[in-house]
């Protein structure tokens, strides 16, 4: 039971480059969610997956697409990378009905 | 809306010191509340949870009572470790039985422990 894992761990990109970010799961959650961590800003919402099927827009969707490939698995697509989403990005999953939500380790992006 | 507000750190501590972390709310209704812990270069892991009201969580030594009437779930420890060094979130989630649902995060409260 490997939990939530993410990949890659480290990413540079330079501006206008695209990337794909990728989260699986195994706990057959059925909720996964996308954050992006700054300094001093806590965690931050980009998109969310309630089902398999559905995606919404977070707090700061802009810049950013998503793809809920089957129930394991939640991308997250930077179409054209700017400085600005230089940041640490978590892939999250949760029991639906407790609230509680078990985190990836993260991907550390840099955008030159 | 939803928020959470969480004192500024870094709180810095020697070893055996005693711990509160600030945590205050505003949501409708009655939200879940939640304590997260950020060891340096790892995910965020659930640290304890509380569901209603007067409810106190509890893990590791660390300890949280859900206060509705001054909106408030204050993170306390007794006696800190090298260890406990990290960043602290207060969470909440809106609509413990609805099924779906968001965790709105504070800013997070870095904690230093020295020997």
């Known amino acids: 039971n490997a939990g939530v894992t993410q990949t890659p761990k480290f990413q540079v990109l330079k501006t206008g480059q695209s990337m794909t970010l990728q989260c699986a799961q195994d706990?057959?959650?059925?909720?996964m969610y996308w954050y992006r961590q700054d300094p001093g800003m806590g965690l931050r919402l980009i998109y969310y997956?309630?089902?398999?099927?559905?995606?919404d827009k977070g707090e700061v969707p802009n810049g950013y697409n998503v793809s809920r490939l089957n129930k394991r698995e939640f991308s997250l697509r930077l179409e054209s990378a700017a400085p600005s989403q230089t940041s640490v990005y978590f892939c999250a999953s949760t029991q639906t009905r407790s609230g509680e939500q078990f985190f990836g380790p993260g991907t550390r992006l840099t955008v030159l | 809306g939803n928020s959470v507000t969480q004192m500024e750190g870094p709180v810095t501590l020697s070893e055996e010191a005693f711990l509160t972390i600030n945590c205050t709310y505003t949501a409708t209704g009655y939200p879940s509340l939640f304590w997260y812990v950020q060891y340096p270069g790892e995910g965020l892991q659930l640290l304890l949870k509380?569901?209603?009201?007067?409810d106190k969580g509890s893990n590791k030594g660390f300890e949280a009572t859900y206060r509705k009437e001054t909106t408030s779930f204050h993170l306390e420890k007794g006696s800190v470790q090298v260890s406990d060094s990290a960043v602290y979130f207060c969470a909440l989630s809106k609509g413990a039985n609805t099924g779906f649902q968001k965790l709105v995060f504070g800013t997070g409260t870095r904690l230093l422990v020295s020997p």
């Open positions: 509380a569901t209603k009201a007067d």
């Open positions: 997956s309630a089902s398999e099927g559905t995606t």
């Open positions: 706990m057959n959650h059925n909720s």
